[in-house]
């Protein structure tokens, strides 16, 4: 069964940090494309990050500079590192996977496999 696993959401005040993780199981974690999304209250969701099997990535604007994804596929793990947060940043961030890159890597319908979700807030 394909699952995704999301953990180290919580709190952090604006110019901190936080470290987001993605266990992958029931797939091969190297060969898959990953992605981070977010979705605030009342919004639609939207693409943070994404990299492909060979270690591109390609960031949203909003996050450029900021978050960085990278991808550990001994662990089958697929980490967001932000730094500089803002109060903005607050969200529910989900990792999502697919086996081939979407052609539109930040928008949501390229991704069939979703995980369930880990809250950030971030206060002023």
């Known amino acids: 069964q394909v699952k995704l696993v999301e953990s180290g959401g919580g709190s952090a005040v604006a110019g901190g940090s936080l470290r987001l993780s993605c266990t992958a199981s029931?797939?091969?974690?190297?060969?898959?494309?990953m992605a981070w999304f977010r979705q605030a209250p009342g919004k639609e969701r939207e693409g943070v990050a994404a990299?492909?099997?060979?270690?591109?990535?390609t960031d949203a604007d909003s996050v450029k500079g900021r978050f960085t994804i990278s991808r550990d596929n001994d662990a089958n793990t697929l980490h967001l590192h932000m730094g500089s947060l803002k109060p903005e940043d607050t969200a529910i961030y989900y990792c999502?996977?697919?086996?081939?890159?979407?052609?539109?890597?930040?928008?949501?319908?390229?991704?069939?496999?979703w995980g369930q979700g880990t809250q950030v807030t971030v206060s002023s």
């Open positions: 990299i492909r099997s060979d270690g591109q990535t």
């Open positions: 029931g797939f091969t974690h190297s060969r898959a494309c």
């Open positions: 999502a996977a697919a086996r081939w890159y979407p052609q539109s890597p930040l928008a949501t319908g390229g991704w069939p496999v």
